[in-house]
């Protein structure tokens, strides 16, 4: 499944408005990138905007990582599908009947409906967590250990790869092959500023741990040209 065609960029269409965001796919190019819908965009417009990014030429990565019931995320993988989104995600902490309910609904609405399977991913544990986080609801690993053990439960589950900081890619992509995907925030050109990720790496540094794709957005979407920094960055990983 993960043989790495197309951009590896995703674009993360960070903004709480549909002129904003479409000002923005309008200055990049689905030459050079994909684009990810979060939480605030999605809520704020609704499903009207994948498909019109989509019409620009887009492929695009809906994160709005589902965490429910098997039957609920079942169903709300499917809706995503019907949208004809490239990339889905869940969290791995609901478990591995979760992920393999998910999985399956989206083996069988690819069945029915023209073969378009969305490629599904996990998030392990959320960058913003802490030890002490993972402490106070009641984790006793450590947190490298319960990454790698969501990770495993994933992999279990027959997804198609995790979220991930890059800085865990290396290890992730050593235990779980080369076929795993990875996917990646907190990448910082040399030149662009942290904001206010912690634990950045270059988008070369990312590829070379084992990064299949990396998720930027303040560097592209706040620089001058965003479309010569994708191109830029593009010429950087190859
Ligand atoms: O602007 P920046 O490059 O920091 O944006 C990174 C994107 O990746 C944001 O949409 C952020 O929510 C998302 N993300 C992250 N860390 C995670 C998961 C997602 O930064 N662990």
Known sequence: ????????????????NADDCFYMAKRLSPQY?????????FTACG?????????????VFLDLKFHDIPNTVAKAVKAAAQLGVWMVNVHASGGQRMMAAARESLEQQAIHHNG??????????????DSHDLQSIGVQESLEEHVLHLTKLTKDSGLDGVVCSAR????????????????????????????????????????????S??????????????????????????
């Open 1 to 16: 499944m993960t043989d790495i065609q197309g951009p590896r960029i995703v674009v993360a269409m960070d903004f709480d």
């Open 33 to 41: 990138c994909r684009l990810k819908v979060g939480k605030e965009l």
């Open 47 to 59: 499903p009207r905007i994948i498909e019109q990014l989509m019409r620009l030429g887009f492929e």
């Open 116 to 129: 378009h399977k969305p490629l599904l991913i996990a998030v392990t544990v959320l960058t913003s967590f």
């Open 168 to 211: 865990e890619a290396n290890v992730l992509r050593a235990n779980f092959g080369s076929d795993f995907c990875l996917v990646t925030p907190g990448i910082r050109l040399d030149s662009s500023p942290a904001d206010d990720q912690r634990r950045t790496l270059t988008p070369h540094a990312a590829i070379a741990a084992g990064s």
């Open 213 to 238: 794709y990396l998720v930027i957005g303040r560097p592209i979407t706040q620089a001058q040209d965003p479309v010569a920094t994708c191109k830029l960055i593009t010429q950087s990983i190859h």
